[in-house]
C-alpha cells in the first residue's frame, strides 16, 4: 500500500478570529449589532461604531461577557472631523484593524418624479461618501499586516424597482466602492466581500414598512443572525480563497425588496 503524506499549506486553514480587532458601523441597528454579536461571541476585539449612543452602551454591556475588549464610538459618518476622531481612537487603542464592517446607512423610497432631491442628497452622504471615507482613514491600518473589508449591501445594490431609485442608486454605487477596492488592495493581502442582502427583520425596516402603510410580518424575513452568520464564515476563510459577492433572502417571500 502507498502512504501518501498530504501537507495543508498555512494558508488553508481557516482563520480565527479571536482577539483580532473589528471595526462595525451601524452597531446601534439591528443588523449591525447582530453582526457584532456573532463577533465578539467568537472572542474578537470589538469598536462598536453609531449614532445612537443609549443603544451602543446597551449593546456593549451585554457583550463585555464574551470578551472584555468592547468600545463604544459615538459616531456621524457623514462627517469628516467625526471619522477622523475614530480613526485616531483606533489607532490609538489598538495599533492596527483586522476587519472593517459597513454597516451603517440610510433608507429612503419614493418616486423619482415626485421625491425631492434632498432624499437622495442625505443618502448619498450616509450610503456611500460616509463609507467611503471611513474606508480611506483606516486603510493603512488594515495592511498591518492584513485585512478584510465586509460591505453589507442590498439585494437593491444588484437591481431596482418601482419607487426605490434613489436607495437603488446609492447601493449600486456601493458595490462599485466595494468591486473597485477589491481590484486595488487584494495585492496588498486585504479582502473585500459584499452582501446582498433581502428585507430583515430590524427596527429600520420595521419603519420603512410603516411608511409604506403595509404590514411588518418579521417571521417572513431574513433574521439579523442569519446576515451575521454569513459574515463570520465568510471572515474564517483561509487566505487560499476570497469571497467577493453574497446573496442572501428570505426563504419564505414577503411582497417588496
Known sequence: MLAVNMQT???QI???LRDQIALVSGASGGLGGAIATALSERGVRLCLVGRNLGKLAGLRSQLLGNSGHVYNRSTDLTK???????RDFVERQFGRLDILVHCAGAIEHGKLASTPISSMDRQYLANVRGPLMLTQAVMPLLRKPCGQVIFINSSLGITTRAATGYFAATQHAF???ADTLREEVNTEGVRVTSIFTGRTA????Q????TENRP????LLLQPADVASVVVNALSLPWSAEVTNITIRPMRKSSGP
Open 14 to 16: 481557516p482563520i480565527v
Open 80 to 86: 469628516e472631523e467625526e471619522i477622523e476622531t475614530l
Open 207 to 210: 419603519s420603512l414598512h410603516a
Open 202 to 205: 430590524t427596527p429600520r425596516i
Open 216 to 219: 411588518y410580518q418579521p417571521e
Open 175 to 177: 458595490k462599485a466602492l
Open 9 to 11: 499549506s498555512a494558508t
